[in-house]
């Protein structure tokens, strides 16, 4: 996986959270909706978080003089409990 793909998904997942978020506004009404928008909401943010990540990891990865491709994606559980 290329830079370039890796930062296309991530266009494609801002695309959707951007749509998500307006959803969220129109279905304030369903309830059943809105929490449906809101779980997915969610499961993209975590996404983005992974790609992120993994585009961060080949960049210090090439800037060390490695190969790119030796990053991987990591898990969910892993991104989402970086300490900041």
Known sequence: MSDQSVANHIERL???EHALRNREQVDTD????LEQD?????AVQ???DRCWDLLRQRRAI????????DAELRDA????????
């Open 62 to 69: 090439r800037s060390a003089g490695g190969d790119p491709d």
């Open 14 to 16: 801002v695309a959707e």
């Open 46 to 48: 975590v996404e983005l």
């Open 77 to 84: 559980d892993t991104v989402e409990h970086y300490r900041q």
């Open 30 to 33: 369903d309830p059943a909706s």
């Open 38 to 42: 809101r779980e997915k909401l969610q």
